[in-house]
Nanobody
Framework: QVQLVESGGGLVQAGGSLRLSCAASGRTRSTYAMGWFRQAPGKEREFVAAIGWRGSSTYYADSVKGRFTISRDNAKNTVFLQMNRLKPEDTAVYYC????????????????WGQGTQVTVSS
């Protein structure tokens, strides 16, 4: 099992930036695909971004494309989510996930999840 711990969340004004990090430990291996999902109050969890194990393939939700960038450092077992031009509708708990099924936007394809980090964007 892989343990995932997110950090970097916080309160930011609209138009600002945040960088989320997700550190993996335990039975880690670089061949996991990694993803970020988010869940706003009263809404279902939704896909944000994913990255293949080599880091060369990425996939974004339309709502964040052009504003968010996912990256990974396999030597440090860490994945990042750089979030720019944040909007109030980006407010949510952001979750990191690891999966064995390659690049995917489906939560079911990710078997390990972190506890989440809160991102709040004020208008």
């Amino acid at each position: 099992q892989v343990q995932l711990v997110e950090s970097g969340g916080g309160l930011v004004q609209a138009g600002g930036s945040l960088r989320l990090s997700c550190a993996a430990s335990g039975r880690t291996r670089s061949t996991y695909a990694m993803g970020w999902f988010r869940q706003a109050p009263g809404k279902e969890r939704e896909f944000v971004a994913a990255i293949g194990w080599r880091g060369s393939s990425t996939y974004y939700a339309d709502s964040v494309k052009g504003r968010f960038t996912i990256s990974r450092d396999n030597a440090k077992n860490t994945v990042f989510l750089q979030m720019n031009r944040l909007k109030p509708e980006d407010t949510a708990v952001y979750y990191c996930a690891a999966g064995d099924y390659g690049l995917s936007k489906e939560a079911l394809d990710f078997g390990s999840w972190g506890q989440g980090t809160q991102v709040t964007v004020s208008s």
